[in-house]
């Protein structure tokens, strides 16, 4: 009974502090945006760091990271992603190593406050009722990578609710055999600990982001049609995120 209300009570907490850090951030992100900046999405990105950082310390969420020396630094790529839990997002938005576009789900556009940081960072909205509009929400994205911005697709499609890798499916990898940017696997860890599907209960614990070596189309892989292609880099991508689960289970 004592667990529990303390949950209540953490969970309280933890949504508190969650909402005043996008509160601060709103006013001071628009209040510095009010003078001529250059790229403001930025701006947004990078005010909100420190900010989720502390958030995180004050709740209670330890933070490891690995493999950020593989975020290639002179050119824009695509990074494919687990899902675990909603709390993915806010772990990406602090602690990737560079500013990366996703999509986020409609109803968020109702989140007053919120739906304002998500626009401004140059993220996109996604219906994921409308699947047939999921070829329309991948140009989206071409659009993105075209304009040089990082692009984080989670390959699953939905958030998993043990924890385990689902099947990838193909859209993260057709965008990539399209574009021909490089991808990046993720494999983000603890996070449905923190923040389970279907449950407004926050616990405390630790969560972890790992990031792999970038997976490269050959020149041979060029010649290959995007369908066949796409097989190819679904594959070698599910395989490095299960490769980087792998380590850090051993470890």
């Not at 994921?128 to 499609?157: D, H, P």
């Amino acid at each position: 009974m004592l667990k529990k209300y303390f949950l209540i009570l953490y969970s309280c907490y933890a949504w508190g502090l969650t909402g005043l850090v996008f509160i601060f951030h709103y006013l001071i992100s628009n209040l510095i945006c009010m003078f001529p900046i250059k790229n403001q999405y930025l701006v947004f990105y990078k005010i909100a760091i420190p900010f989720l950082r502390v958030a995180f310390f004050l709740g209670g969420i330890r933070v490891s990271v690995r493999g950020f020396e593989n975020f290639p630094q002179d050119k824009n790529v695509i990074v494919v992603s687990n899902h675990q839990s909603l709390f993915d997002i806010v772990l990406i938005l602090a602690y990737m190593p560079k500013h990366v576009c996703f999509f986020a789900k409609k109803e968020l556009k109702n989140v007053p406050i919120l739906n304002r940081g998500i626009e401004k960072m140059g993220h996109e909205y996604v219906d994921r009722q409308q699947t047939s509009k999921a070829l329309q929400q991948l140009q989206i994205m071409a659009g993105k990578l075209k304009n040089n911005f990082n692009v984080l697709l989670f390959a699953e499609g939905t958030r998993s609710e043990t924890g385990e890798i689902l099947p990838f499916k193909r859209g993260a990898f057709y965008l990539a055999a399209n574009t021909k940017k490089d991808i990046v696997p993720c494999y983000l860890h603890g996070t449905n600990s923190i923040l389970r599907k279907s449950s407004k209960l926050f616990y405390p614990g630790k969560v972890s982001i790992s990031l792999g070596k970038v997976i490269k189309i050959s020149d041979q892989e060029h010649q290959d049609d995007e369908k066949k292609l796409s097989k190819i880099l679904q594959k070698k991508g599910y395989d490095a995120v299960i490769e980087l689960k792998n380590k850090l289970d051993l470890n």
